[in-house]
């Protein structure tokens, strides 16, 4: 049984402009101990689901899902207080900016401390100083920087506080957005690293979102294509990069470097995103895809199964 089971999520934004559809109609799961990883161009909405699973939307958005089940319990279902406790107890999320993610005056310490007794008022303050404490050995940040601030630590230690606190309350899915974003390439090496090992030694569940092609294949068990609020392709790991059948996910291969021994020439993407304000009525790839037909601009593609575990949503796969 999956930890998290999400069927037909939408999410829209009311906006000045109407309502923009941001995410539509997407079905994804989680297992126990596993990764999904959510990637595709800026503004595709892996984000926004991460702050829907979260329950940390503003107040234009609207949700409309079947079901979004985590741990069998739905999560459309239950009142706002219990999604609080819900929150960071049970999912926890590692923001991609880690700066913005912490209070600049208030020791980065104390700020996990106060995460902790807010969601486990039955503990008392020195077991959650000590709890800290060991979460920094975890995250290899030393006991002495506990009592620091926040602009003391470097950017990579900075993204380890940030873990450290979805780690505080001991939850079993992390959504981890961006995690590695505007840090260098030694650093973000050390930070996926850390991450792997703490989801061997804690069995957690991961939801991870990148536009990093590189960083997804690193860690994630799963994939989730995303493009203009729609998964396209969706399947394992070696499924949806070695073997891709949607072309979009062609595209985005095609766009990566690669540093093998042949050369190999980038290729671009003509066009733009679609308006979600104002959509196409049919695939939303059409008027950037060479294979494009007249189908492709009147009917909704329909999902097809290249393999039991492999997906892909389009009109012109056989």
Known sequence: MALLDVRNLSIGYQTRKGFLRAVDSVSFSVEEGKSLGFVGESGCG?????????????????????QIMYKGRDLLKISPEEMRKTRWKDIAMIFQAAMNALNPVQRVGDQIVEAILIHEPAL?????????????????????????????YS??????????????????????????????????????????????????????ISHDIAVVADVCHTIAVMYAGQIVEYGKREEVFEAPVHPYTKALLGSYLTLGTEKTQLEGLNGETPNLINPPKG?????????????????????IDVSRTHKALCCKIT
């Open 283 to 303: 695939c939303r790839f059409c008027d950037r895809c060479e294979a494009t037909g007249p189908a492709c601009r009147m009917e909704i593609p329909d999902w």
């Open 46 to 66: 892996k984000t926004t689901i991460g702050m829907t699973l979260m329950g940390l939307l503003p107040k234009n958005a609207s949700v409309m899902a079947d």
């Open 155 to 208: 950017g990579g230690m900075k993204q380890r506080a940030i873990i450290a606190m979805a780690l505080s309350c001991r939850p079993s899915l992390i959504i981890a957005d961006e995690p590695t974003t505007a840090l260098d390439v030694i650093v973000q090496d050390q930070i996926l690293d850390e991450i792997k090992t703490l989801q061997k030694e804690l069995i957690l569940s991961i939801l991870f």
């Open 124 to 152: 008392d303050k020195p077991a959650a100083q000590e709890r800290v404490e060991a979460l920094f050995d975890l995250v290899h940040i030393p006991r002495e920087r506990i009592r620091d601030f926040p602009h003391q």
